[in-house]
């Protein structure tokens, strides 16, 4: 029985997508819910801007953690196992973050969170491409990505609506009762059984990517320079060490056929080009969506609400533009669209790097909508021509590094431009150059941005490289290729 055969997706099948794409959307809404609220947080929690990110930082960096790990469980266990581990999880950190008593709670609650919807994310995309027919796939992978991308987009307008008018402990118990009828609901309809094959999942690598990620994302979050913490330079170095281990690990696994991540897939000129590009874009999309809520409350003065308003028409043009780019794709290539969209946003953070506050609120959202649209034009052509080239036991590990690689970026992106934000704001208060306290977090944000901005200049440089190289098609009928679409 070949997908080609039978067209048409069961019933029974697409219940099981429905279930899984609803909690998808649950776990991914609440990556960015967060946003709108870290001024409040700072508030009632009292602490700082530097601490307050890493909520966010976290939560991505327990992503780049378990995200390679997957591959793993979904070998050795049942499709519905799978599911009851993610969806778990993630109702247990949402239920312990609507409780907790202060940060130090309310952080823990967004790993436990983060290790359920990194499970999530790769269990939706193999089981689409295990139950739908390949004539299909298309179809309902436009629609999945869709909903993946919107869940972000309207993250911050709902936490804005409810911190309009509640505690921000109602973040996570709007949540919980959405993720536990989705936990209920796809645990009577997942079915499937584990892989045959039985691989070893090899832990002194997994070990090794707490001190790699987090050392480094650790120490670019200390480059504030406001005296706490360790400093930037001995996590730096800790993080560099343990990076070069992992990498010898895996060049070292790959001779036996079990490494965590196959770094084979750099062979490939396209996927390295790709990757590079992925992760500059990465940088500046956290970067802006943890800074401008705070720039819009604490400097122009707007509520939680009118805040995540105001953030909506960006996230939406970034998410329902993307199948529409995926199409342009397939008629351009990827050459115009990422040098479009590379170009559009180093200018908006150029721009950026000059608010003030009197600057217009509809010019920060005209300058958000271009910035999305930019990052739009980015994401999904670099995607594809970074995965179109490599063979298909290679794609499985590839997708992996990519998902990682793009987390840890997020929360290194995250952890700089804060950091610099945090110093440069203290630093102008220190010294006196500022004559209130806003102006001294214009400096801050104003020098953020600017870094920002020279980040994203090499990645113009980079999409000038980019082109679509697909891999030679193998035989019609032979399975490993299914997941190359």
Known sequence: MTPASHPQISRENRLVITALVTATFVVILNETIMNVALPRLMAELHIDASTVQWLATAFMLTMSVVIPTTGFLLQRLARRTVFVLAMSLFSAGTLLAALAPGFGVLLLARVVQASGTAIMLPLLMTSVLTLVPVARRGQVMGTVSIVISVAPAIGPTISGLILQFLSWRFMFLTVLPIALAALVFGARKLGGSAEAERPRLDAFSVVLTVPAFGGVVYGLSQLSGDGSGLGPALPLAVGVVALALFVWRQLALQRSG???????????????????????????????????????????????????????????????????????FDRVGPLPLTLTGTVLMTAVLFALAFLNAGTPVWLVLVMHVLMSLGLALLFTP?????????????????SAILSTLQQVAGAAGTALLVGVMAGQAHSSAASGAATSAIEAQLSGFRSAFLVAAFVAIASVALAAFLRNRPSLPAPEGVEPAAAVH
């Open 258 to 328: 079990s490494p965590l991540l196959d770094l084979r897939a750099f062979t490939y000129p396209m996927y390295t080009v790709a990757t590079a590009l992925l992760v500059v874009g990465m940088i500046a999309l956290f970067g802006v969506v943890i800074l401008l809520p705070i720039y819009l409350q604490q400097v122009q003065g707007l509520d939680t609400l009118s805040t995540g308003l105001l953030l909506l028409p960006g996230g939406l043009v970034m998410g329902l533009l993307s199948p529409t780019v995926g199409k342009w």
């Open 382 to 398: 670099a995607f594809t021509s970074g995965l179109n080239p490599l063979p298909p036991h290679l794609y499985s590990h590839g």
